[in-house]
């Protein structure tokens, strides 16, 4: 929002509208100030607005009083104590303090009074109170666009603020992946889109996110926006549904953008005209935009060349299991599997933090690399099992499996871990964790969801983490956990409907 657009007239109508308790005009809540947070709602900013102007206003009017040596208006008071306040604040050779006095009387006050009430208190005609309720309107549209420019100078200075918290401790064989693909996004002469591909479980939002923070630390940008579909839920019956509050249309992906550009004055507008309004800000400064899962949008077709008029000084950055190669603008990077030492340094790192001291042998490290083939997911669920099962009957298993067949090693990768957990985790996994989110929850959303508590609710839980079916976003304060899209496949296709 342009500070120009903050005039007295505008500042005039919504404390009118404010005070009929009606809906300020929607162009205020554009205002960075008002953030209250990321999922602030319309009326959360409405309230805030009000909050705003109220305070500013009395902390002014404080300030010129306290000069005059005159009490402040903190205290409640009753009708006719403002009004001798007011007559007080008159009396005075101050034109500020007799200015926010006005304003203040006219619009803020807790008990409503009428001009003319208010301009014979103040031993004035009530044309000549007008000009100074008009004066007080110019200082608080000065007041409102200083504190507007504060708040922007600090909403600048996060540039990762819509980053998901990330969901990995560590990641290894993809530091030269990020210096490059953080370069290209960068370079004058880079890929305006840049697609990250690969199979499932082959870390493509981890790396995506890894980038992110990359161009975040830069300085460089404005922004990174940051957009993912939702993930899928089951049925009772084992059907796959689409959550209520899916991300996988055009006008979602565009809500989403306009929502965290702060642009809510956009609400109601068609994605074509939301488009329209956004590309000017995507044109001026430099943002990231990431959209993640691609492949679960309904009509990539329709979506990027919808997109692609966005791009230019901003750049966008995507991950999808379909590889978007035939797309003439964008410019495709497969994540390769993990070398031999990058998966050797993943699983003794996975054993050090269960607590296991003692590496994986190299020899046994050599046949599990054969079976997995350097994924990390597959390594990583593999290396969960072992203590509990000998490595050697783990990797017989897992030899089995035609190695070019993914899904098979991942069938009974899963199918392994589900033989293992005890009725309190299955439970868990099956009915508390289904209808969790990309973002995850917290642990009383899905104990409330298991239907589990107690010491069953603990062991179901203990187990899900040694055994890695659970995800977790690594947050001292607020932990959330969530399932891995992978292990939301299985549990559809073959632990619901086989197992």
């Known amino acids: 929002m342009n500070l120009e657009l903050i005039t007295p007239k505008l500042i005039e109508q919504a404390l009118r509208s404010i005070a009929q308790a009606e809906a300020p005009p929607e162009i205020l809540l554009d205002l960075k100030l008002l953030n209250t947070g990321e999922r602030s709602s319309k009326i959360q900013k409405e309230v805030t607005l009000a909050q705003h102007l109220n305070r500013l206003t009395t902390t002014a009017l404080d300030q010129q009083r306290y000069m005059e040596e005159l009490q402040t208006v903190t205290k409640k008071k009753t009708r006719a104590e403002l009004l001798e306040e007011l007559e007080r604040d008159f009396q005075t050779t101050n034109s500020e303090l007799k200015a926010w006095s006005a304003l203040y009387h006219r619009y803020l006050s807790p008990v409503p009074i009428d001009t003319a009430t208010l301009a014979e208190s103040a031993n004035i005609v009530e044309q000549h109170y007008r000009r100074y309720v008009k004066q007080g309107l110019k200082y608080l549209t000065q007041t409102l666009q200083e504190a507007e420019l504060e708040a922007r100078n600090q909403y600048q200075a996060a540039p990762d603020r819509y980053l998901p918290t990330p969901k990995y401790a560590r990641l290894f064989g993809v530091q030269k992946h990020i210096k490059d693909l953080a370069y290209q996004l960068s370079s004058q002469d880079g890929p305006r889109f840049l697609s990250v591909e690969g199979l499932g479980g082959i870390g493509k939002t981890a790396l995506a996110h890894a980038i992110a923070l990359v161009r975040a630390a830069s300085g460089e940008i404005t922004t990174t926006l940051w957009v993912s579909a939702q993930q899928e839920s089951l049925s009772g019956e084992g059907n796959l549904l689409k959550t209520d509050k899916s991300t996988r249309t055009l006008e979602d992906v565009v809500i989403q953008l306009a929502r965290q550009l702060e642009m809510h004055n956009l609400a109601g507008l068609s994605a074509t005209e939301k488009l329209e309004r956004i590309r000017p800000t995507l044109k001026q400064d430099p943002y990231l935009v990431v959209i993640d899962n691609l492949e679960t949008f309904e009509d990539t077709k329709t979506l990027l060349p919808a997109l692609e008029p966005l791009a230019g000084t901003s750049r966008f950055l995507l991950t999808s299991r379909h590889t978007l190669q035939h797309i003439p603008y964008v410019y495709t990077f497969t994540v390769p599997e993990l070398s031999f030492d990058d998966s050797y340094a993943l699983v003794n790192n996975e054993l050090q933090r269960r607590g296991y001291t003692d590496m994986l042998p190299e020899d046994l490290m050599h046949q599990l690399y054969q079976a997995t083939g350097g994924l990390p997911l597959a390594l990583k669920l593999a290396t969960a099992q ?71 609710f603990e062991s179901g839980l203990g187990q899900l983490l040694e055994y890695s079916l659970l995800e977790t976003n690594h947050s001292l304060e607020c932990p959330h956990y969530y399932l891995h899209r992978m292990t939301i496949t299985f549990l559809q296709t073959d632990i619901l409907k086989r197992w």
Request: hydrophobic letters at 40%.
């Open 386 to 456: 072992i203590g509990r099962l000998p490595a050697a009957e783990i990797l017989a298993g897992l030899q089995d499996t035609d190695r070019e067949k993914t899904n098979n090693m991942y069938t009974y990768i899963y199918r392994r871990s589900w033989q293992m957990l005890n009725n309190a985790a299955k439970q868990l996994l099956v009915y508390g964790m289904l209808l969790v989110g990309p973002e995850g929850e917290n642990l009383d959303f899905i104990r409330g969801m298991s239907g589990l508590s107690g010491a069953d």
